[in-house]
Nanobody, 122 residues
Framework: QLQASGGGSVQVGDSLRLSCTAS?????MAWFRQAPGKEREFVST????????YYADSVKGRFTISGDNAKNTVYLQMNNLKPEDTALYYC????????????????????WGQGTLVTVSS
């Protein structure tokens, strides 16, 4: 079970920090988001081993993912937020470490949190 928190309503240029904790260990954790009327899309993920991070082009340079494997927790620091970042943000957990070519794909993640809403207004 994944529990995400930290969403809210902010202005353009503001920051938010999302958190997600899994009730048990996972192979990898990631963030996805779904805007109204759109498909759920990959945002970011972090490798527990080595700490490599991966981002969607749309958030690169503005969002930073970090995590604590021992605590089964992942964070998403979101800076310089834009209206197009408005979405329901989902935390996802994989049973095992996805291969590189699949770590951005929804099918690589078995467990999903309930989502936390981020609204950015201008």
């Amino acid at each position: 079970q994944l529990q995400a928190s930290g969403g809210g309503s902010v202005q353009v240029g503001d920051s938010l920090r999302l958190s997600c904790t899994a009730s048990s260990s996972t192979g990898q954790m990631a963030w996805f988001r779904q805007a109204p009327g759109k498909e759920r899309e990959f945002v970011s993920t972090i490798r527990w081993s080595g700490g490599n991070t991966y981002y969607a082009d749309s958030v690169k340079g503005r969002f930073t993912i970090s995590g604590d494997n021992a605590k089964n927790t992942v964070y998403l620091q979101m800076n310089n937020l834009k209206p197009e970042d408005t979405a329901l943000y989902y935390c996802a957990g994989a049973i095992s470490r996805p291969i590189l070519s699949a770590l951005r794909e929804r099918r690589s993640y078995r467990y999903w949190g309930q989502g936390t809403l981020v609204t950015v207004s201008s």
